[in-house]
C-alpha cells in the first residue's frame, strides 16, 4: 500500500499522494453551512472576512470556537473537516505519514492524533518536519531552519554530529507570520497606488482581494528585478523592491535574534515563502531557499524507520543524516587533458525567464515546476534541474546532475514541448 505523505505548515500544508500533489493554506471559509478550505477560501478572505478563519491550525483545541463559524463547535473540528477535504482530493489514501512543525504543543499532538482516528484513513508515522529537512544536510555544526506559519514565523536549532541530526529547540517569533508581513505589503504597495494613480485598491474588498491576489507574482518578479508593475481593476502603479523591505523588518530582527551569534560554519534553510520576502537574503546571507517537496524526498528517504503501524505513535526528533544535496558531478575525461579546452564560466549569462509559448516566466527564489517531478531550482552555483524520473533534455542532449545552465539553453519534455532561458534587462 503507497503511504501518503502529509506536511502540516498551515501557511501551505501539502498532501503527496502517488502522483497527486495537493496544496491548501490553512484557510476555512463557512458558506451555507459548508465549509471549503485552502485556495478557493483563501481567494474569498477580503470578499468574506467574517466567514473566514485562519487560526484552528495555529490555535487548535477543544475550546468553544469564538467567533463561531458554523456548524464547528471549535478549531479541532475544522483540522478535522480540512484533512477529510484533502484525503478526498487525494483519492482517499490508506495511509498517512506526517511531518509536523516543532511549534505545536503536546496536548496539540495528542489531539491531532485523535482527530485522525475519527478519518477514514491511519495516521502511521509523525515526525518533526524541521528535523526531516535538516537531515537532507549533513556537513557537522548547528542547523537553523526558519518556517514561515501564517500567525507566527518558527526558529527550529538543530545539531548534526556522528552522523545524525536532532532537535535542540524550537522558538516561535510572533507577529512574523505570512498575514502579518502580507498586511504590511499591502499597506506599502496600496499607498504607490495612491500616490501614482489616487486609486487606492483598499476602498473595495474585491480590489483588496485583487491586490492580495497579485502579491505572490509581484515578489516573484522582484525577487529578480528592482521594480515590478502592478494591475488592480484597470489601475497600474510601479513598485520598488527597496520600498518593500521594511514590511518584513520584525521578523528581520527576531530571527537572527532567535538565532543569537553565528558561528562561520552555521547553516540556515528556510521555507519557500521565506525565499520571496524582500530583505531576508540580504539579512541572512547564510540562508539556503528549500525546494517546495524537500520534505517529500526527506520523508520517502526515512519511511521505513518513521512508520510505525501498530502502536502508539512517537514525535520523532532525530533523524540520521541522508546528505543528499545535489552537488556538480566531475565528469571522468573522454580524452586526454591537454587537448580539453579549459572550462570558460564566464561566457554563462545567469538567466532571468523562462520564454514558454509566448509567455516569459520570471524564474524566482524559490522552484519554477517544470514537467512531473522536474523542477528549476537555484543553487550556489546558478540555475539547475531537479526531479525524478525521465529527466527533461537540455539543448536536445540529457540533463546531467549538477549541470549550470545559462540564457539561451533551450529545455524540452515531453508534456511542456519546448522553453528557453533568456535574460530579461530592466
Known sequence: ???????????????????????????????????????????????????????????????????????????GDLVHAHLQDLHQQAGSPGELLLAVSGSMQRNQLALLLGIMQQCPFDAVGMVNRSVALASLYGGGGR??????????????ELEESNGKVELQRTVPLPGCGLLQIQER???????????????DPR????????????????????????????????????????????AGQRLFDSAPEAMGVLRPDDRIIADPIAGLLPGLAERLPQ???????????????????????G???????????????????????????????????????TP??????????????????????????????????RGSGAAPRVNNSDYRTGQVLACGDTITSDTNGEAVLIKVEQ
Request: charged share 20%; aromatic share 6%; glycine share 4%.
Open 1 to 75: 500500500m503507497t503511504i501518503a505523505l502529509l506536511d502540516i505548515n498551515d501557511s501551505n500544508l501539502q498532501l503527496w499522494s502517488g502522483d497527486t500533489h495537493l496544496q491548501s493554506p490553512g484557510y476555512a471559509l463557512l458558506q451555507e453551512r459548508q465549509y471549503s478550505f485552502g485556495t478557493s477560501a483563501r481567494a474569498a478572505a477580503r470578499l468574506q472576512p467574517r466567514d473566514i478563519n485562519t487560526r484552528y491550525w495555529w490555535q487548535m483545541s477543544t475550546e468553544a470556537l469564538q467567533p463561531a463559524l458554523g456548524p464547528a463547535r471549535h478549531t
Open 287 to 309: 540562508m539556503e531557499v528549500l525546494a517546495t517537496d524537500s520534505i517529500r524526498h526527506a520523508l520517502l528517504q526515512h519511511q521505513e524507520q518513521l512508520v510505525q503501524r
Open 311 to 349: 502502536q502508539t505513535l512517537s514525535f520523532i526528533t532525530a533523524l540520521p543524516c541522508l546528505e543528499e544535496k545535489i552537488v556538480p558531478r566531475v565528469e571522468e575525461p573522454t580524452e586526454p587533458a591537454a587537448q580539453q579546452a579549459p572550462l570558460n564560466t564566464a561566457t554563462i549569462v
Open 143 to 156: 542547523l537553523f531552519h526558519l518556517e514561515v506559519q501564517l500567525h507566527q514565523a518558527v526558529i527550529a
Open 185 to 199: 505589503l499591502v499597506e506599502i504597495i496600496a499607498t504607490a497606488f495612491i500616490r501614482q494613480t489616487r486609486f
Open 352 to 385: 532571468t525567464h523562462l520564454l514558454q509559448r509566448s509567455l516569459a516566466r520570471p524564474l524566482a527564489a524559490i522552484d519554477t515546476a517544470l514537467d512531473g517531478d522536474w523542477q528549476l531550482f537555484h543553487s550556489g552555483e546558478g540555475w539547475q534541474l
Open 203 to 246: 476602498r473595495k474588498a474585491a480590489t483588496e482581494q485583487q491586490l492580495y491576489d497579485t502579491l505572490p507574482d509581484t515578489l516573484r518578479a522582484l525577487a529578480q528585478n528592482n521594480e515590478a508593475n502592478l494591475d488592480v481593476n484597470g489601475y497600474q502603479a510601479r513598485v520598488n523592491r527597496n520600498e518593500l523591505m521594511s
